[in-house]
């Protein structure tokens, strides 16, 4: 555990004494500002009525570097079959860069996500973003000696949430990259290497302090009122003999969140606060919480307390008078915001008697599945077979059969095995689209990637808005092109 992590109760407790009233001076000016921001800030859409029709922004605050070859080329990264044997990273860009790596990745961050984007998925329909974001967001996480990122993405993290807030379109924060990296050699983790330790206590408790972090800022800066889900992890290892301790992971996350909502006097089905909350400092009630409350096992309160640091440094340096003054009674928060909807990859994505997130279920739950095609394993590689698959597609009733309900379709896309048609490219859309309404909806890998020379003709099959420019992705996403794509194959063969 880095220094930040293993010092926060002693952190804590100057703060609490010397510092607090120091805070409450240094933030006279932000107190009214905190209190209005409190009391200004909307439901979040989490029960929001209707399908999820949705898209990542992936490439954005977890750069991926096979989906923006060019500009990737340009600021200095390379590109090899193995990605831990080249700059194929962030981290690996970090390590190579350090004295500009900020600068580059502020420009990434700026230009990769725009208003414009915004515009063009809210004219499409879009009613819902999931954001992949890595650890390294929460910088105090970090341990320098050791690892290596860049920094400023929180700072860009409100910028887009604030766009898509006044968009109207609702948002998810899907932890994308955990520390200590969930799977091997992939780019999204943000780190490319064989090394994967996300699996071990230590960082188990900085994924939980990371949560405690994004839940809190999820319910107090305004910038994030669009939020309504955190994802626990993206794409952890199949198979569950390779995953020890997830299983109390899980239930660790959900615990974390609600403690937080609690804390703040956020009704949360099936549980109450077991301590009353005598102060307006909502560190001081966080640790009020951490400390008394006989509600949450041990590694929980550690992580609460973990986070308090954390926060009173974000208190500061995002201006947020509500960490330090938060009315507890009054706060209109109790009557506007809505628990968030914790998140979990379903028990299906794994084998080997994984663990069912279902069993940590305390309040709103959904689940999320991946289903990409092209890269083997579901069908045979042609059209009949990718249709007759999808036509007759059980992950919805399968899931449901365990618990895991409402299911989201979190990525999917419209890259094949072979070389698709633009004929078969409608069909395969609609029938996508069709499979994964039965469930809560879908959100579509990716919104967009780059067009360029070097990435060919990749924007076909993994661009959404481009999908819509081409017409294979309909303008209005509750709509399909052909609602009758499947007649010919439901039945055929069973998924």
């Not at 860009?93 to 700026?110: E, G, N, R």
């Not at 932890?175 to 091997?184: D, L, M």
């Not at 939980?208 to 794409?235: G, K, Q, R, Y």
């Not at 959904?366 to 059209?383: T, W």
């Amino acid at each position: 555990m880095d220094g930040t992590c293993r010092d926060g109760r002693q952190a804590f407790e100057l703060a609490k004494s010397a510092p607090v009233p120091l805070v409450f001076c240094a933030m006279r000016s932000l107190l009214a500002v905190g209190v209005l921001a409190a009391s200004c800030l909307q439901k979040a859409a989490a029960a929001a009525s209707g399908k999820i029709y949705g898209v990542n922004l992936g490439g954005w605050l977890v750069l991926e570097p096979w989906m923006l070859p060019a500009e990737w080329a340009a600021m200095g990264g390379e590109s090899c079959n193995t990605c831990s044997d080249c700059i194929a990273s962030e981290f690996a860009f970090a390590q190579a860069f350090p004295k500009t790596v900020d600068q580059l990745f502020d420009k990434h961050w700026s230009t990769w996500f725009t208003q414009d984007d915004v515009n063009q998925l809210r004219a499409a329909g879009i009613n819902t973003a999931r954001v992949p974001l890595g650890y390294w967001i929460v910088e105090s996480l970090v341990d320098r000696k050791t690892e290596f990122y860049p920094r400023g993405g929180l700072k860009q993290l409100r910028r887009g949430l604030q766009m898509l807030k006044d968009a109207g379109i609702q948002a998810i924060l899907d932890h994308h990259g955990p520390p200590g990296v969930q799977t091997a050699e992939q780019s999204f983790t943000g780190h490319c290497t064989t090394d994967v330790e996300f699996y071990t206590e230590h960082n188990y408790h900085r994924a939980l302090v990371w949560t405690a972090v994004m839940t809190t800022l999820s319910h107090l800066d305004p910038a994030f009122a669009s939020v309504f889900a955190i994802e626990a992890v993206n794409e952890p290892i199949m198979d569950a003999t390779q995953t020890p301790g997830y299983g109390d992971f899980q239930k660790n996350f959900v615990q974390v969140i609600r403690a937080v909502e609690l804390t703040l006097g956020i009704p949360v089905p099936g549980l109450s606060l077991d301590v009353r909350i005598h102060t307006s400092n909502f560190t001081a009630a966080l640790s009020a919480t951490a400390s008394t409350s006989n509600l949450f096992n041990q590694e929980v309160t550690s992580a609460l307390i973990d986070a308090i640091p954390i926060l009173v440094e974000l208190g500061f340096e995002l201006s947020l008078g509500s960490i330090f003054n938060f009315n507890m009674a009054t706060s209109a928060l109790r009557n506007t915001r809505q628990p968030l909807e914790a998140t979990f990859m379903d028990v299906n994505w794994q084998f080997n008697s994984p663990a069912n997130p279902a069993d940590a279920k305390i309040g709103p739950q959904v689940y999320d599945n991946h289903l990409y095609y092209s890269f083997g394993g579901v069908a045979d590689a042609n059209p009949d077979a990718y249709l007759t698959s999808i036509c007759n597609l059980m992950r919805v009733q399968n899931d449901a059969a365990v618990g895991d309900s409402p299911l989201v379709f979190g990525e999917w896309g419209l890259p094949t095995q072979f070389t698709a048609t633009d004929d078969f490219l409608f069909k395969w859309a609609d029938a996508q689209k069709l499979a994964y309404s039965q469930g809560a909806g879908w959100l579509f890998w990716n919104f967009k990637v780059e067009i360029s020379e070097q990435a060919g003709d990749l924007a076909r099959q993994w661009s959404y808005l481009e999908g819509v420019k081409r017409g294979f992705l309909t303008k209005d996403p509750s709509k399909v092109n052909d609602p009758n794509v499947c007649a010919p194959y439901v039945n055929a063969t069973s998924s």
